[in-house]
C-alpha cells in the first residue's frame, strides 16, 4: 500500500460547475485531497449521481495514496451557479462544450466571484478567446483542461493568454500539483490543445488501417497496449527515441531511420467518421467488448491505471507525496 499523502494547499474551497462524468471525478479528486466542494448542475439526479461516482471512485484514490485529508462528506450541492461559487477560491467548469452555454454560466457567476478566485474550464474543444468573451473581465479564467478520467489521469494542460492575469497560471500550476496533478503549459492556442491532437493523430491512423483491411479493430488496439503504448507510458516519443539511438543522440535517430518515417508518413491515412466507418468500428469494438457491460470495463479500465501508476511510483524509487513535492518545486521557480 502507498503512503498516504498530505497534500496541503491555499485553496479550501473548490466549486464544480457541470456535474457530468468529467465534473464527479474532479469533485472525488478534489474531495480526497481535502478540499470542500460546492457542486452545481441543474439536473435533478445530480447529487445523487456525484454521491455515487465519489463512492466508487474512492477506494482507487485511497490505493494511489492520495486521500490522506479526505472525506467523501466535505460536498454541498446547490441549484443555482451563483450560490456555487461564492466561497470558492478555485472554480473547476465543466459544462457542455457549446459556446453559448458557458457564456449565460460566465455571465452569471462573474459578479457573485471572489476577488482571488480563479476559473479554470475543463473544455477540450474551445478556444480559450471564445470563451473569454463570455467574461467582462477575463483576467482570472484560464484552460484546465484534464484527460478522462480526472481523477486518476495526472495530466492538466493549462492555457491563457495577454488577457490573463499574471499570477494565475502560476497559482494554477501550485493548486493542481497539490490535487497530484501533472501539468503542462499550452504555449500557443490551437484547437484540441495538446494531448487531444496526439490522440486525434493516433486514432486517424488506427482507424484507417482498419477501413483498410491491414487488421482488425481488436487486433490495432492490442497493438497499442502491448506495444509503444507501454513505452509511452513511462516516457514520451522524444526521449524514447533518443533512446532507441543507443547513447547517439535523437540526432543520430534522425538521420538513420528519417528515410523509413517519411515513407510512412507519406503512407498515413485519412478517414472520415462516415456513417459505413462507423459500422465498421461499432462492429469490432462489439466483438472486443465480448457481452462485457460498459461497468465491467470501465472498472477494469480504472484498475489497470491505478496498478500502473503505483507499479511506476515504486519503480522509480519514491512515493506519490515525493512526485507531488517535485512538481511544486518545478511550479515554484
Known sequence: MNKQVDFSTDVKVAAILGAGTIGASWTALFLAAGLEVDVYDPSDNAEAFVRDYVEHAWPSLERLGLTANGAMDRVQFFRTPEEAVVRAQFVQESVPERIDIKHELYARIEPHLRADAIVASSASGLLVKEMQDGWKNPGRFIL??????????????????????????????????????????????????????????????????????????????????????????????????????????????????????????????????????????????????????????????????????????????????????????????
Request: charged letters at 25%; one cysteine or more.
Open 144 to 333: 484546465g483542461h484534464p484527460f478522462n478520467p480526472p481523477h486518476l489521469i495526472p495530466l492538466v494542460e493549462l492555457l491563457g493568454n495577454d488577457k490573463t492575469d499574471s499570477d494565475v497560471l502560476a497559482k494554477a500550476e501550485q493548486f493542481y500539483a497539490a490535487c497530484a496533478k501533472v501539468t503542462i503549459r499550452v504555449n500557443r492556442e490551437v484547437p484540441g490543445h495538446v494531448a487531444n491532437r496526439l490522440q486525434a493523430a493516433l486514432w486517424r491512423e488506427a482507424i484507417h488501417l482498419v477501413v483498410e483491411g491491414v487488421a482488425s479493430v481488436e487486433d490495432v488496439d492490442k497493438a497499442v497496449y502491448a506495444g509503444p503504448g507501454l513505452r509511452w507510458s513511462v516516457m514520451g516519443p522524444h526521449m524514447l527515441f533518443n533512446l532507441g539511438s543507443g547513447g547517439h543522440g535523437l540526432g543520430v535517430f534522425c538521420e538513420r531511420f528519417g528515410p523509413s518515417f517519411h515513407r510512412w508518413w507519406d503512407d498515413l491515412g485519412d478517414p472520415r467518421l462516415t456513417p459505413e466507418v462507423i459500422e465498421k468500428l461499432l462492429t469490432g469494438v462489439q466483438a472486443q467488448e465480448n457481452g462485457r457491460s460498459f461497468d465491467d470495463l470501465a472498472a477494469e479500465r480504472d484498475r489497470k491505471i491505478v496498478e500502473a501508476s503505483r507499479a511506476m511510483s515504486a519503480s522509480e524509487g519514491f512515493s506519490v507525496e515525493d512526485a507531488v513535492k517535485k512538481e511544486r518545486l518545478v511550479t515554484a521557480r
